[in-house]
């Protein structure tokens, strides 16, 4: 027996090697401000390589029914969490169950792009873009759990699960005419929607429209000018050091990345981003037919630079701060497991694209059997 070696043709090594240095970079940072924060992060980045691990061998193209399962399984945790959900600094968005604890909007991410990719792919867009059914069906699937998110309040996840869904099917294709609608729409309907945030999130728009930005946001903007050109030693990086910067190991973890690497770092890490971005987007040319592998890049990279733009922007005063990690580098478990879980389903698309369009099972098409006969090797496979 052998692996299929379609497998590792089909297998992007280069993700793994751009996902490398932000893991790296992350546990030197957070090591260096709290020591027993990384021996938890380093618990969370062998769980997330797991599940990498583990989604990758799983016939996501062959599992409609349980795709659709997993979906409303999500969408059920939803509504536990507001009615029955732990509540935390005026907002109820995890489930507990013992020392378990689960925050249902983060898988749910990864269920709206599988549900997207399934039905994108049984109902493709037509030369012109969907129309407005076949608009109102994904755009139901995508405003659910936005809604449900929203109650909790969770403005921030809600506005990410937004972004991530109808960037995507921007991308797949809609007929203009409805984006022209649905744009003039929102516009009108700002100001009931600014009247239905809570004061907290009026707060925030507040800090960020005024002229003088808030405490936390001073002091991420005063760390990331004291980086200068190269950045400093880690005995020099007094703001973060000295505990003037909130959050360093989490929201504001750029701001003590530029105090600590400088301007030339923070352009290395912005361009590390980008080409990663980039990469993924590419994904979405290789395949004309293959919607689920088009629909899953799309999301993947229209969420990847939702979380980084808006939280660098916040640190810089040019995004209210919502509490967006920066992915791959934050400190917390939660958002570091679904990227590794959404970059192992991307995996297994491309890796078994070649058997997309039948009924092969990944476990099944790893290992190929060879037969010996006549003296030669007969490819069972072939």
């Not at 992007?12 to 992060?41: A, G, K, T, W």
């Not at 059914?133 to 309040?153: A, D, G, R, T």
């Not at 080409?275 to 040319?285: E, G, Q, W, Y």
Request: aromatic share 14%; glycine share 8%.
């Amino acid at each position: 027996m052998m692996i299929d070696k379609r497998i590792i043709t089909h297998f992007d090594f280069l993700l793994p090697f751009l996902l490398l240095p932000l893991i790296v970079i992350s546990y030197v940072l957070i090591s260096e401000v709290s020591p027993s924060q990384n021996i938890r992060q380093t618990i969370y980045v062998l769980f997330g390589i797991a599940a990498f691990c583990f989604v990758f061998f799983l016939p996501f193209r062959q599992a409609n029914k349980m795709i659709i399962v997993f979906y409303w399984v999500c969408i059920l945790l939803l509504i536990l969490v507001l009615v029955a959900g732990t509540k935390q600094l005026g907002a109820q968005r995890w489930l507990t169950i013992g020392a378990f604890s689960l925050q249902p909007s983060e898988p749910v991410k990864v269920a709206i792009i599988l549900l997207l990719g399934l039905h994108i792919s049984t109902n493709p867009p037509p030369p012109n873009g969907y129309g407005i059914k076949q608009f109102c069906i994904l755009s139901f699937y995508i405003l659910l759990p936005f809604v449900l998110i929203l109650l909790q309040p969770d403005l921030g996840t809600a506005l990410v699960v937004l972004f991530m869904g109808f960037g995507t099917l921007f991308l797949i294709g809609v007929n203009p005419r409805i984006w022209i609608t649905l744009i003039m729409s929102v516009l009108v309907a700002s100001p009931f929607i600014y009247g239905s945030l809570k004061d907290y999130q009026k707060k925030r728009i507040h800090d960020f429209i005024s002229e003088k930005p808030s405490y936390h946001v001073q002091q991420s903007i005063i760390t990331i000018g004291s980086g200068g050109i190269l950045g400093k030693k880690k005995e020099e990086s007094t703001q973060t050091q000295l505990k003037f910067l909130p959050i360093a190991t989490s929201d504001f973890i750029f701001a003590y990345f530029v105090e600590r690497w400088g301007f030339l770092g923070a352009i290395f890490l912005i361009g590390l981003y980008g080409v990663m971005i980039l990469h993924i987007l590419s994904f979405c040319f290789m395949g004309e037919k293959d919607y689920r592998l088009r629909t899953t890049a799309a999301a993947v990279a229209m969420l990847l630079f939702f979380y980084v733009s808006v939280n660098i922007g916040m640190t810089i005063d040019f995004a209210p701060v919502v509490g967006i990690p920066l992915p791959l580098m934050s400190y917390g478990g939660s958002s570091f497991i679904t990227f590794m879980v959404l970059f192992g389903i991307l995996e297994n698309m491309l890796a078994f694209r070649f058997s997309y369009t039948n009924s092969q099972n990944p476990l099944k098409v790893l290992v190929r059997k060879r037969k010996w006969g006549g003296g030669a090797i007969k490819d069972s496979s072939a």
